[in-house]
């Protein structure tokens, strides 16, 4: 049983610089979302997909920050100029294309630290 | 605006005993409310979820009480066992349109102690 495999783990890296995550949801699944989760936070809502359309983005996906789904499969996430308050976990989840009560299913995350 | 709101940042319970874990929200128009653990280090591991329909559901030894009028929902876990020590994030989503965003509480960190 694959779960959601996200890639990398860890990314360390400096302010300014540019990072990518990549996400790869259970295979059936054609809804794919990414999540922002912060100290103390829950979870936030960042964007969304439906097959290879990304159909939503919140008000908390700045200009600087670009998600994909090329094909409808995996999933890629690039903050560009990447700054301090970027640091957080990104939580990749899917779902099936049924209704609210099929559960998002979620990947272990990474963990980006700006130095 | 905080729309799901979980005000016990912390909660320890002595194995055996219950466990409740509360949530409060704020919009009405939610349809579906779930809970999920989390360990340090993994993502969010669904755990049971209740119909905006509904005001019970069990599974095991986890069950979700929902009270719309007084928009709270709370887990009970009977018996607790040390292995349930996580934290416990309530979560609610709406169904409108096609986009099924969750919107999460701040979590409620349960340490149950053997």
């Known amino acids: 049983d694959t779960g959601v495999s996200q890639d990398p783990r860890h990314k360390i890296t400096k302010r300014g610089q540019n990072v990518t995550f990549r996400c790869d949801p259970i295979s059936e699944h054609n809804r794919l979302y990414w999540y922002r989760q912060t100290l103390g936070q829950g979870p936030e809502f960042l964007t969304y997909f439906q097959n290879e359309a990304q159909l939503e983005k919140s008000r908390l996906l700045s200009d600087r920050f670009s998600a994909e789904r090329p094909k409808g499969s995996f999933s890629t996430l690039e903050i560009q100029r990447t700054e301090q308050g970027d640091s957080a976990m990104y939580l990749c989840?899917?779902?099936?294309?049924?209704?609210?009560?099929?559960?998002?299913?979620f990947g272990d995350g990474t963990r980006l630290s700006i130095l | 605006d905080q729309q799901v709101k979980q005000n016990s940042p912390s909660l320890s319970v002595q194995e055996g005993r219950i466990s409740i874990l509360n949530c409060d929200y704020t919009?009405?128009?939610?349809?579906?409310f779930l809970w999920y653990k989390k360990y340090p280090a993994e993502g969010p591991t669904f755990l049971i979820s209740?119909?905006?329909?509904?005001d019970k559901n069990e599974d095991g030894r986890f069950t979700v009480f929902l009270n719309k009028s007084a928009k709270h929902l709370s887990l009970h876990i009977v018996p607790s066992q040390p292995g349930d020590s996580a934290v416990y994030f309530c979560a609610a989503l709406r169904e409108w349109g096609s986009n099924y965003k969750l919107t999460f509480g701040k979590g409620t960190l349960l340490t149950v102690n053997p």
């Open positions: 209740i119909s905006s329909i509904k």
């Open positions: 989840a899917s779902s099936p294309q049924s209704g609210g009560d099929q559960p998002q299913h």
């Open positions: 919009n009405s128009m939610f349809d579906y």
